[in-house]
């Protein structure tokens, strides 16, 4: 009786062991797995491939909040370039995940161009078999019909043989019917494949693109890096720069500038030149355009019409990511085509994907260059000739245009002509 129950105890035993180290597996099989789903951040090298979408999503989320995060922080050079790796990762990341949904849609291609020449093959042998007894049928039957009577040896048989060739048309239209479905499912397999084709094309497009942001944002760091040599103060002193660009012409467009006025002049009269070179407030030449009205800005794109124009306000000059440039007006432009354009308007790329969206996060006007430095009026005015001197003792120069309608155009950068 001992030995029983010291056999029950030691089975109970060896069970409840038994238990004991299934949890202790299944607890580090989750420490081991958890990592990859709850400690992922916008660090490293982001996940890659089209199996980890969501892993891809999240860490984009991460680099999104981290770069909010980083942006409400005291502005330094330590800052900016943490704000600019965030988004150097956002984009890695980005083009990861678009290279994801091209290998899928791939496969999926592969996938099909199997299975439409599986039915393409099916329908072939269905055509076959169904044109074979086509020509089967129609030679019997005019002679079946007339024999069955003939043929007959009682009323049975003749219903017997009724029988056969009705059975033999069934099977006929059996055929047919797995022929048409045949066709029809071809038709959907192609059109779903033409369809995911269209997609990698559409993708690859994103991803050229989005390969052109990563270089130029890295380029961007690297412009920082060498304009500051690393250095905080010579960073805060670029920053001081920028943050008077951006006073005076705020201070412009709200009326505090030092203004003479000139008179009335014609649409397409020169009024000015734009500066050669770097000048108050400007790393090089440039027209910085504004179109405003009782100090409410719009966009000059409303006004100007078409012209012959190179994009270079995003990755690089003719890239598919730069600024809109979409002018839909009648107004000829200040500068003579053919125009190229740094910056647009609004919500740019600029302040998107460089440091300059630490002082600004939408640009009042646009950053143009002409064929020549004339600048001429776009439409008839009064034209005033002013200036403004802001934090730094720097006087920045531009002319006003007070048009009939109401409206102003200021050309900022330029000397009088």
Not at 248 to 256: F, L, Q, V
Request: proline letters at 2%.
């Amino acid at each position: 009786m001992r030995s029983v129950v010291k056999i029950n105890v030691i089975a109970s035993t060896a069970k409840q062991s038994l238990h004991f180290i299934c949890i202790i597996l299944i607890f580090f099989f989750l420490i081991i797995t958890a990592p990859s789903t709850l400690a992922i951040d916008c660090e490293g090298d982001p996940p890659s491939g089209a199996n980890n979408a969501n892993l891809i999503a999240e860490y984009m989320d991460k680099c999104r909040q981290k770069i909010i995060e980083l942006q409400g922080q005291a502005l330094s050079l330590k800052q900016v370039i943490s704000v600019l790796n965030s988004k150097i990762s956002l984009a890695q990341a980005q083009i990861n995940q678009t290279q994801a949904q091209i290998d899928s849609l791939e496969k999926d291609i592969t996938v099909l161009s199997g299975v439409i020449d599986t039915v393409n093959l099916s329908m072939d042998q269905l055509s076959e078999i169904y044109i074979a007894r086509v020509r089967e049928s129609y030679r019997r039957y005019r002679s079946d019909r007339l024999n069955l009577i003939f043929s007959a040896e009682s009323v049975g048989d003749f219903m017997e043989k009724m029988k056969y060739l009705n059975t033999v048309k069934a099977r006929d239209q059996l055929i047919l019917t797995e022929l048409e479905r045949s066709r029809l499912d071809y038709g959907e397999k192609k059109d779903a494949k033409l369809q995911k084709q269209q997609e990698v094309e559409n993708l690859k497009a994103k991803l050229v693109s989005q390969k052109n942001s990563l270089a130029a944002q890295q380029s961007e760091k690297r412009k920082l890096l060498s304009q500051t040599q690393s250095d905080e103060k010579k960073f805060q002193e670029l920053l001081a720069r920028a943050r008077a660009e951006l006073e005076a012409i705020e201070s412009i467009i709200a009326g505090k500038g030092q203004e003479t006025e000139v008179g009335d002049v014609s649409a397409g009269q020169t009024i000015a030149k734009v500066i050669d070179g770097p000048s108050c407030n400007s790393n090089g030449s440039h027209l910085h355009f504004i179109v405003a009205r009782d100090r409410d800005i719009y966009s000059p794109f409303g006004y100007l019409k078409p012209v012959d124009y190179l994009n270079c306000s995003g990755s690089s000059c003719g890239s598919s990511d730069g600024d809109s440039f979409n002018p839909t007006g009648s107004w000829d432009w200040p500068l003579s085509p053919r125009v190229r354009m740094n910056q647009g308007f609004g919500l740019t790329w600029a302040v998107k994907n460089t440091w300059v969206s630490s002082i600004y996060n939408f640009h009042n006007g646009i950053d143009i260059q002409g064929s020549s430095l004339d600048v001429r009026a776009v439409q008839a005015g009064k034209l005033y000739r002013g200036s403004y001197s802001g934090r730094n003792s720097c006087s920045l120069k531009y002319v006003r245009l007070h048009h009939n309608d109401g409206l102003d155009t200021y050309y900022l950068h330029v000397n009088y002509f």
